[in-house]
Structures are given as structure tokens and as C-alpha cells.
């Protein structure tokens, strides 16, 4: 991931994060990244073991971690040892984007001005923010709005009442009436007096040929991005959290949920009100029934269903066998 252009980062020092601490060496921070995207002079975090084989090829200056997970990481990559992994990456990411961790409106929106979109068409009441980029041959329709530095691409069907903020999307892309893409995500670290709120630097990113149906909402991403894969089409009223990706072909029928930081294959079908727990990996060419609950890892190939989901021979066997006890 690049660094943001939809929030604004400030100059600081690697020491200056951590003023409590006396550590021997100090740098500007670049950027806080994801384990397998940081490079010199960015920093990562690292919070569980089911990520040891990332954290041992970081190119991070320093990482975020625990005492139990620091010998994973390379010897070239300070720890900064902690008790609460997240918690001091919520607190560093305040610090480094203070505005990432509410949705403040737009307050520079205005008519778009037709001389800077020649062969874009409008509906009425249409908002766009400052910089915002948009392709040759895309509409967008009646009441929506597109936020500062949002960029669509060519040949775009917008519908109308929708809000897109933070986001990068491709050509061909269709997204229906009242969808919200960009928002925040739900993030916050409990505490006894007052919730710490996650800031969200991510973005979403779009790919060409993707359909998104009436009344979807995607979760721009927390550190990583949101994405969706090439012609993927989303149903209605999809729910998509933050850093979730979801890979190229997939079809998601109705009202699915996807948790946190779930990455999805390619070619996978997912029935309606299906959900999909965090951080888990859904292999390529999957399906998974209607309805099911998805609670861990599904690989390649695989025909899932029911809660816990489990391979569609063992779901059938287990329904014949309850049909029989009653």
C-alpha cells in the first residue's frame, strides 16, 4: 500500500513515538504498513503466530509486537516489545494520522464543474470533493456523492444516493443505488472508561468489471486496503469490513458478511446470508452454501455448508441422520 492520499500523515521521528522508551536508534517514519508490505524506515506489527511466516521476511525498521512472537522477526528489524500488539499500533497510527479514526464530512464539496468532466455525465444534486478523478463515459447518478480525491475510472455506472470516499476504482465498474463504499471500519480497542477507536488509513480498491448491487456497504481497510478482485459481483445489501480482499471472479449473493481481514480466492461462490468470520483464508474455486457459518480456513476446491461449515457430503449425512432421530 502507498502512503495515503486520503489522510493526512505527519513528520515525526521514530523515538518521538515512543517517548517513555530509550530506544538506540532513531528514524522518520515513512509509513506504518502491513508485515509484508513495510519497508526501511516503516514501521509493522506483528500479533499473532498464524502470521510468523510474513514476519520472518518483513523489511521493516521496527515492529510492533510480544515478547512470545519477536523471534519470528529478522535480526535487521527492531522489536518494540509490548503487552497489547494492537493497542500500541491504535495509539501509534493516532499519532502518526491524528484524523483517521472518525469520518469527518467533506466540508469542500461542490457542484461538479462540467468543463473539468467533459464526457462525464451528471444527475442532479450530485457533490464532489476536491481532486477527484473520473474516466470518460462514466454517469453518476442523482444525490450521490463522491469524496475529495476519490478516482473512478472510464466507462462507470454510479448510481444514485451513493457515497464513495477514500477509494480508487476501475473501469466498467457498476455500483447501484444508496451503496457506501469507504466508510470507516468497525475498530476500537475495549478499555474500562472509553473505547480507543481504531484509526483507518486504508483505502478501497475496485478492479475493473465489478458489480456492486443496491444497498452494499464496504469497510475502507484499517492498515492494509479493501479490495475487490476483477469482475466480482456483489449482490444486494453486502457487507464488506475492513481488509477484506476478495479475489477475481466471485459471485456473493445477498446480504453475506464478511469480517475483518478475511482474504478470499478467485472463482468463489458464496450463497445469501452466508457470513464469513476474520482473518481467515478461503481458497480458490470455493463454495459455500447459503446460510452457513464460516469459522476457519477453506481450501481450494472445496463445496462447504451449514454452521459450522462443514464439506457438503458430511452436511448431508448429518442432516439425513437428523431427520431420522425425529
Known amino acids: ?47 499473532s503466530v ?3 511466516d510474513l514476519a520472518s521476511q518483513t523489511k521493516a525498521s521496527a515492529c510492533i509486537t510480544s515478547q512470545k512472537l519477536k523471534e519470528y522477526l529478522p535480526n535487521n528489524t527492531y522489536k518494540i516489545l509490548v503487552k497489547n500488539v494492537l493497542f500500541e499500533l491504535a495509539r501509534v497510527t493516532k499519532v502518526l494520522y491524528p484524523d483517521s479514526d472518525i469520518d469527518y464530512p467533506d ?23 476536491k481532486k477527484v478523478k473520473i474516466g470518460k463515459n462514466s454517469i453518476i447518478g442523482s444525490n450521490s456523492i463522491i469524496e475529495s480525491n476519490v478516482q473512478i475510472g472510464k466507462n462507470c455506472i454510479i448510481g444514485s444516493s451513493v457515497i464513495i470516499k477514500n477509494s480508487i476504482i476501475g473501469n466498467n465498474v457498476v455500483i447501484q443505488d444508496n451503496c457506501k463504499i469507504g466508510q470507516k471500519g468497525f475498530g476500537f480497542i475495549p478499555l474500562n472508561e472509553k473505547n480507543l ?15 456492486i448491487a443496491s444497498g452494499c456497504t464496504i469497510d475502507r481497510g484499517s492498515i492494509d ?23 477475481s471472479n466471485c459471485m456473493i449473493a445477498g446480504q453475506v458478511g464478511f469480517a475483518g481481514s478475511s482474504k478470499i480466492g478467485n ?60
Open 107 to 129: 466540508l469542500l464539496l461542490k457542484k461538479p464543474i462540467k468543463s473539468n468532466h467533459k464526457k462525464v455525465k451528471f444527475g442532479n444534486n450530485v457533490l464532489i470533493g
Open 225 to 247: 486496503n479493501t479490495v475487490i478482485g476483477k469482475n466480482t459481483f456483489l449482490d444486494n445489501q453486502v457487507h464488506v469490513a475492513h481488509n477484506v480482499q476478495i479475489g
Open 197 to 211: 477507536k481504531f484509526p483507518h488509513i486504508g483505502q478501497v480498491n475496485i478492479n475493473d468489471e465489478v458489480e
Open 50 to 52: 498464524k502470521y510468523k
Open 1 to 47: 500500500m502507498a502512503s495515503s492520499i486520503f489522510f493526512k500523515k505527519k513528520n515525526i521521528k521514530f523515538n518521538d513515538l515512543f517517548p517513555k522508551e530509550k530506544y538506540e536508534f532513531n528514524f522518520k517514519v515513512n509509513d506504518i504498513k502491513p508485515l509484508n508490505l513495510a519497508k526501511k524506515n516503516e514501521i509493522t506489527f506483528f500479533d
Open 267 to 326: 472463482n468463489v461462490s458464496i450463497g445469501g446470508q452466508a457470513g464469513i468470520s476474520g482473518h481467515l483464508k478461503i481458497g480458490n474455486n470455493v463454495k459455500i452454501g447459503g446460510g452457513s457459518g464460516v469459522v476457519k480456513d477453506i481450501e481450494d476446491n472445496q463445496i462447504v455448508m451449514g454452521y459450522p461449515a462443514i464439506p457438503l457430503r458430511e452436511f448431508i449425512k448429518k442432516s439425513k441422520k437428523d431427520n431420522e432421530h425425529d
